[in-house]
């Protein structure tokens, strides 16, 4: 049986809710075999192995799995180009799906399923990428040092009290970049410069600047 890659996205996505993007190739969809499916993955959890099998053992179809880091992905896809046999990405983080759409190695899906079982503000309006999961970017710390209602923000971590004693990964970080671009939309440029400052004043380590 032969499918195009959009349907065969389709049923992979109505089946096991595995995508996080769309089809990974840059010409107008193709006739593909229907009987596997390449998918390109940074994510590195027991639960999407699970996925796999299931969507395997219900449709017969054979999930082909390539891993890697999001970018590694991305610019794999770019050089691979209109030969890339990619039919799905899922990657971490909206930035990097953003990243993805900017690439432009990303088709639109059109699906019922999809758009009924995620919210309207998990999934690209036009169809490029749905999300399939959440995550909570909590703030660890020391309970013997540290009362909760001291610190129980991110905006808490500008503080002065807490000088050089703030640790986070670099700004280059896809999570950090989403995390500055959250602020900016909910407070604005000015108030997010100034937590950022204030944030990078309590490093405890040096920024490179």
């Known amino acids: 049986m032969k499918i195009t890659l959009t349907s065969l996205v389709g049923i992979l996505t109505g089946l096991s809710m595995l995508v996080a993007a769309g089809c990974a190739n840059q010409t107008a969809p193709e006739e593909v075999d229907a009987g ?5 993955s940074s994510r590195h959890y027991d639960t999407d192995d699970e996925l796999y099998k299931n ?3 219900e449709t017969g179809i054979e999930v082909k799995l390539i891993e890697g880091k999001a970018e590694e992905l991305i610019e794999r896809i770019k050089s691979e180009g209109v030969n890339s046999p990619a039919d799905v990405l899922i990657t971490v983080d909206v930035g990097n799906l953003w990243r993805a759409q900017q690439e432009g190695i990303l088709q639109p899906v059109s699906s019922n399923q999809l758009d009924s079982a995620i919210a309207e503000n998990l999934r690209s309006p036009e169809g490029y990428w749905f999300g399939l999961s959440k995550r909570a970017r909590i703030i660890v710390y020391n309970k013997d040092n540290v009362k909760p209602e ?3 923000t991110y905006e808490a971590l500008a503080k002065p009290e807490w000088k050089e004693r703030v640790c986070i990964r ?3 970080n896809i999570y950090n970049q989403s995390l500055v671009a959250e602020k900016i939309a909910s407070k604005g440029v000015e108030e997010t410069q100034k937590w950022a400052k ?3 004043n309590n490093f405890a380590r ?4």
């Open 36 to 40: 596997e499916i390449n998918l390109y």
């Open 150 to 152: 001291e610190l129980s």
């Open 198 to 200: 204030g944030l990078v």
């Open 206 to 209: 040096l920024a490179i600047r």
């Open 170 to 172: 670099s700004s280059s």
């Open 55 to 57: 969507f395997t053992k």
